[in-house]
């Protein structure tokens, strides 16, 4: 008897694990029932297979503290944010664009615009460019040696948190509608503040609605989550999108369906 009983307790402990394990990467978080992942680009690819920090884990700020409110939060997406108070809505937006082109030696397609309408190529700054800041006038001056690596990257992405936001990578992008929606595609409201928020996954049923994945920061600077559907515990994290969506809540902020746009 005892020995059935370690025996039992031995698999538990081993479905636990394999429980645990199968949330690391975004894909491992299956569809609502009925509901089939489709093929997607390279970047959705890429989100896909974000990896996500263990069950459980609470969602922290750049200060190191935790974020008082956790009820929005599904899974957090294990990637460092630095310990300023940068990384907030738009700027985890154009960091996971930023990744992904970076990991892919895609350097050229790098670049944001800054609030004042200045883009700012990630090229030029790792030529050892740097951006002289005078009240609302922007300019490169020559400083340091070449360097692609990856802290000069870092370094560039804090510059651009700094000096752009929802305004002004609101204008970057361009709208897409409902029947063309993609993973990587954006919700997003302009303005002092705004919000954005990114798709990291999808799926479709047989009638062609669609089901939706979707990671945001916030202010202050924090985690990278998933964030959850308290209008649907079911389904959860997913939201569902059909013909008829006219609106989208999250957990702390509303979208008009025709607020999403997308990269160039």
Not at 138 to 156: I, L, V
Not at 215 to 233: F, G, K
């Amino acid at each position: 008897m005892k020995s059935s009983k370690l025996l039992i307790a031995i698999l538990c402990v081993g479905f636990a694990t394999i429980s645990s394990y199968a949330q690391r990467k975004v894909i491992n978080i299956p569809p609502p029932y009925g509901y089939t992942r489709y093929e997607a680009d390279a970047y959705g690819i890429y989100l896909r297979n974000l990896h996500l920090k263990p069950v459980g884990s609470l969602v922290k700020l750049h200060n190191g503290s935790v974020k008082g409110y956790q009820d929005g939060a599904h899974a957090i997406i294990d990637m460092e944010i630095g310990t300023a108070d940068l990384q907030q809505c738009a700027d985890a937006v154009m960091r996971l664009r930023a990744e992904y082109l970076w990991h892919s030696k895609q350097y050229d397609k790098i670049h944001f615009n800054f609030t004042n309408g200045m883009r700012v190529d990630y090229n030029k700054w790792a030529q050892g460019y740097r951006i002289r800041v005078s009240g609302n006038h922007t300019s490169w001056y020559k400083a340091t040696g070449e360097d692609y690596g990856y802290q000069t990257f870092r370094k560039y992405m804090d510059q651009i948190f700094m000096y752009a936001g929802t305004a002004s990578l609101s204008r970057e992008l361009v709208p897409v509608s409902t029947d063309d929606l993609q993973i990587g595609d954006i919700f997003i409201v302009g303005g002092h503040p705004g919000h954005a928020m990114v798709i990291v996954d999808m799926a479709m049923d047989k009638l062609g609605n669609k089901a939706i994945m979707v990671a945001q920061s916030y202010m202050p600077a924090q985690d990278i989550h998933i964030v959850t559907n308290l209008s649907d515990n079911r389904i959860s994290p997913w939201y569902i999108i059909t013909p008829n969506t006219k609106a989208v809540s999250f957990p702390e902020f509303y979208f008009n369906i025709n607020q999403i746009k997308r990269f160039k």
